[in-house]
Structures are given as structure tokens and as C-alpha cells.
């Protein structure tokens, strides 16, 4: 069995985090090894993964959510 672009897609999270089993995680890797555009997408993935691990959370001010929350038609709380 090999993966297409959107099964590897959906899995790629978890194949960052080590959370998927070994058998996914060969799958993913054999994919990934012969696909230059699943392989930047990781690259990307790994890129905000650790400026959020090294910055975590960021407070945005309160017109700045307010923009965001109205742009995507959603509650301010959040």
C-alpha cells in the first residue's frame, strides 16, 4: 500500500508528533522521499511547530481579534 498527497495530508500532524504507529509513520516516510511537495509542506508544518513551541502563545490586542473574529464571522470571546 503507498499513500496519495491527501492521505499523507491528513496525517501529517501526527506524523510530526510521533503519534501515528510505525506502519503509517514507513508509509508517510517512503511518501515523502519521492514527493518534493508533501516534503515542503512538512518542512512548513515543522517551521510553525517550532515558533510556537519557542514563542507560544501570543496575546493579540483586542482590536486585532476583533478584526480577525469579524473577518471569519465568528464570536469575539473566542
Known sequence: ???TCDDLDTMLPEF???SITA???TLAAEH???CEECTAELNE???VTKLYREHG???LPDESRKRIAGSLGIS???
Open 57 to 59: 502563545t501570543m496575546h
Open 16 to 18: 510530526l508528533d510521533g
Open 23 to 25: 506502519d503509517e509513520a
Open 32 to 34: 515523502l522521499a519521492t
Open 76 to 78: 469575539e470571546e473566542l
Open 45 to 47: 508544518l515543522e517551521g
Open 1 to 3: 500500500m503507498s499513500l
